[in-house]
């Protein structure tokens, strides 16, 4: 259990350090309309010509991360590769249907943790799988954990994660207070490089949450601080390139962005294969 913990705290902490620090290259976005989020946030940016400029004149920082949410929030999904405080590799989902699949090691053994929704599976190992009579994946569905279940004092911060990683969110967040911090060749691509200090108060408001749940969220933040620093590198294209953030915790962690918008969302256990904490301390 205390495995299943740290995997379940490490992928918090990496949706905690908004996206954790991401670095990385992306390819072709994925046709189709904006949805919602930061397409809002992002109609007041002008068009640009996909070099970060307009009618020749170079965007400023704001409407160049407005620009760069639209890019992102209409490419929806990317595979990842996540080092520093968390390794491993993940297929993100950011555009509804959400999902996100982490493949990472908890005490030197392999350990999957995967959302769909706002609902976790945790990947058990042999021991574990065993116990739970031979189900292999272990379920926090935050709405089972609000009625008294095991685990629901982790269940909002589960049910944030994926908002927290969505670049899009992330990038309409930070526009405001956003300014440029100069040109920088990152993963072989010539970058803009943007800086921004973001309330943690804006952060959860962008947040779509259930308004109770905002208010918890934002309480367990601000115990980290009342803001966090978040660093962008963006290509000519809109795309971001590599991002880092700091000032909700302690650690590092570094995310290689790839195969930009051609993501299929990754579909939850079967029924046959799921078990709850509730079962299995029944046995």
Not at 35 to 50: L, P
Not at 188 to 198: A, E, I, K
Request: net charge negative; proline share 3%; hydrophobic share 40%.
């Amino acid at each position: 259990m205390r495995a299943l913990r740290t995997v379940a705290v490490a992928c918090l902490a990496a949706g905690l350090l908004t996206a954790c620090s991401s670095s990385g290259s992306s390819s072709t976005t994925a046709d189709g309309k904006p949805s919602t989020g930061a397409s809002a946030a992002a109609s007041g940016a002008a068009s640009t010509d996909g070099s970060g400029s307009k009618g020749g004149a170079k965007l400023g920082a704001k409407e160049a991360l407005l620009a760069s949410a639209a890019v992102m929030e209409k490419a929806g999904s990317a595979k990842l590769t996540v080092s520093g405080g968390t390794e491993g590799t993940g297929e993100f989902v950011w555009k509804a249907p959400k999902s996100f699949l982490l493949n990472t090691k908890s005490d030197g053994e392999d350990a999957k943790v995967l959302f769909v929704g706002d609902v976790m599976y945790v990947g058990v190992g042999a021991d574990m799988a065993e116990a739970a009579g031979g189900k292999t994946w272990m379920k926090i569905d935050p709405k089972a954990a609000a009625q008294g279940a095991p685990g629901g004092s982790d269940a909002g911060g589960f049910a944030t994660t994926m908002e927290l990683m969505d670049p899009a969110v992330q990038l309409a967040v930070a526009a405001p207070t956003a300014t440029e911090a100069g040109t920088e060749s990152v993963a072989g691509q010539s970058t803009t490089h943007y800086r921004s200090d973001v309330p943690v108060d804006a952060l959860v408001e962008k947040m779509q949450l259930a308004a109770e749940l905002k208010t918890q969220v934002l309480a367990e933040l601000k115990k980290k601080g009342s803001t966090v620093t978040t660093e962008f590198w963006i290509n000519a294209k809109g795309e971001v390139v590599q991002q880092s953030s700091t000032g909700l915790s302690t650690g590092a962690a570094k995310i290689l962005y790839g195969s930009l918008g051609s993501v299929q969302p990754t579909k939850a256990p079967a029924d046959s294969e799921v078990f709850s904490l509730a079962d299995l301390l029944k046995q």
